[in-house]
T-cell receptor, first 115, second 112 residues
Framework: GAVVSQHPSRVICKSGTSVKIECRSLDFQATTMFWYRQFPKQSLMLMAT?????????EQGVEKDKFLINHASLTLSTLTVTSAHPEDSSFYIC???????????FGPGTRLTVL | KQEVTQIPAALSVPEGENLVLNCSFTDSAIYNLQWFRQDPGKGLTSLLLIQSSQREQTSGRLNASLDKSSGRSTLYIAASQPGDSATYLCAKGRNYGQNFVFGPGTRLSVLP
């Protein structure tokens, strides 16, 4: 299956700072990537769909100015959490879908802790 | 209203037992359904993918079935092992290339 990497795996930051998370598709070109967040003992909630070369599509309730997504190449999408607050602490996971069978593959996730 | 549900929320079984995890979905639009395993603090590992035209898929001790008419999928784990302990998530793909909708997961503990 497809290999998806994320960096960093863990990050601790102070409230008010910005954090960038990278998601890379290592073995195929991904025109679309998805960003999810997961709170403890809860399932994954889609935040946004990242499209290469165009603006991301955000889910209802997700602030696009707070969670900046850039998909500048077919192998890299980035999520920047701007002016982070403690309530942004969560597990952020990216995924991509591999054609032609539409199988979804996930990165290992990034644990963000905002102090 | 939750589109994808999973029962039970948690399950504890002794090693060696066969078990069934259930996934139900309310929206009849389905392209495919995927089962994942998630270990604590880790990402998701794909276990099985069933296309809407298929009834089941098998991989080793795992068998997943899909019944579109009733909106259900099951994951059967044979001869469970302590290493199978994890959270199991099902996710429904509505259309090609679009995101999947996840169930809340079933936390499985297999006791040695």
């Amino acid at each position: 299956g497809a290999v998806v990497s994320q960096h960093p795996s863990r990050v601790i930051c102070k409230s008010g700072t910005s954090v960038k998370i990278e998601c890379r598709s290592l073995d195929f070109q991904a025109t679309t990537m998805f960003w999810y967040r997961q709170f403890p003992k809860q399932s994954l909630m889609l935040m946004a769909t990242s499209n290469e070369g165009s603006k991301a599509t955000y889910e209802q309730g997700v602030e696009k100015d707070k969670f900046l997504i850039n998909h500048a190449s077919l192998t890299l999408s980035t999520l920047t959490v701007t002016s982070a607050h403690p309530e942004d602490s969560s597990f952020y996971i990216c995924s991509t879908i591999q054609a032609p069978i539409n199988e979804q593959f996930f990165g290992p996730g990034t644990r963000l802790t905002v102090l | 209203k939750q589109e994808v549900t999973q029962i039970p929320a948690a399950l504890s079984v002794p090693e060696g037992e066969n078990l069934v995890l259930n996934c139900s979905f309310t929206d009849s639009a389905i392209y495919n359904l995927q089962w994942f395993r998630q270990d604590p603090g880790k990402g998701l590992t794909s276990l099985l993918l069933i296309q809407s035209s298929q009834r089941e898929q098998t991989s080793g001790r795992l068998n997943a079935s899909l019944d579109k008419s009733s909106g259900r999928s099951t994951l059967y784990i044979a001869a469970s092992q302590p290493g199978d302990s994890a959270t199991y998530l099902c996710a429904k793909g509505r259309n090609y290339g679009q995101n999947f909708v996840f169930g809340p997961g079933t936390r499985l503990s297999v006791l040695p």
